[in-house]
């Protein structure tokens, strides 16, 4: 299996046109059996990778996970997670802010779930959805209650945009390591998975007649996208542009990215100094004597 984090990766200040992002390429797996065996052995490498980020204590990572309706999101989360210690890892789904969450900036809802130090946190959506859903229907913007001065939508999503890069850069000098992935699907990819969701029964509670309303305004999504991925990859906190028309193929693109920023970090488990190992010396002798 052979996948390089880069061809995935946005580069800082590349403009984005998502019709030159392949949302399908050659699998890295040649059967059912190859891919669960490729995912098994990043799953295991990634068990103990968040064993040692958890005992090291120095770092947190935060997942994000974006995409259009049954591009797989929650399918990428659970296959390339599995295994992993829930005490260490929490995933939070972002839905239409409450009234309260209103009355404070885009940003603050989703900041009171970043993970701690020592921790994995994943946001299934996030603050980005302000400057993706929020732009392509506007009446969403005018109901936040800001004054009147700053529904300028010719220079709102800028600010917004530098507001979340700012964010993102003070996380990471604060020990924050931050991946983003955008779920890559075709229009017409996603009509079949829609049509699957409608003749599978088990699978209707996965669709509403809302999912239809939002495919109708799929050119203003990839706009909103390709805007977004443009302004807010960079170095420190980049954008992966993941084919996702082959759910597998994707499933391990994104953990191979995982374990590979987990690879990057200075991780080490805390030393043993010499009083500490006489402290353990005494207390098994006490076992053994029991």
């Not at 996948?3 to 992002?21: M, P, R």
């Not at 490498?45 to 770092?59: D, G, K, V, W």
């Not at 200075?266 to 010499?274: G, R, W």
């Amino acid at each position: 299996m052979k996948i390089k984090s880069k061809d995935y990766q946005v580069k800082e200040g590349e403009k984005v046109n998502l019709d030159k992002w392949p949302t399908q390429v050659n699998p890295a797996y040649k059967s059912k059996k190859k891919y669960k065996k490729y995912l098994k052995k990043q799953s295991d490498e990634l068990i103990e990778l968040q064993r040692l980020h958890y005992a090291s204590n120095h770092y947190s990572v935060l997942l994000i996970f974006q995409a259009m309706d049954a591009a797989g999101k929650d399918g990428a989360i659970r296959h390339v997670m599995s295994g992993i210690n829930p005490q260490g890892c929490q995933v939070f789904s972002f839905k239409h802010p409450s009234p309260a969450e209103l009355q404070h900036d885009f940003l603050w809802r989703a900041s009171q779930y970043l993970p701690e130090r020592g921790r994995i946190g994943i946001f299934n959506r996030s603050y980005y959805e302000e400057v993706l859903i929020v732009r392509v229907h506007p009446e969403i913007l005018r109901s936040q209650g800001l004054p009147d001065e700053l529904h300028n939508e010719k220079t709102i999503w800028k600010g917004r945009f530098r507001s979340i890069v700012a964010l993102e850069n003070h996380l990471h000098r604060n020990g924050t390591r931050i991946i983003k992935f955008f779920l890559h699907l075709s229009e017409d990819e996603q009509r079949k998975r829609f049509l699957d969701r409608i003749d599978e029964p088990k699978k209707h509670w996965k669709f509403s007649q809302a999912d239809m309303v939002e495919r109708g305004f799929w050119s203003q999504y990839m706009h909103a996208y390709a805007a977004c991925l443009t302004a807010t990859s960079t170095k420190l906190a980049p954008w992966y542009v993941v084919p996702a028309d082959d759910k597998r193929n994707a499933r391990l693109i994104v953990s191979k990215i995982i374990v590979d920023t987990f690879n990057s970090l200075n991780m080490h488990y805390p030393e043993t100094n010499a009083e500490r190992e006489q402290e353990l010396l005494s207390i098994r002798q006490q076992l053994i004597k029991e």
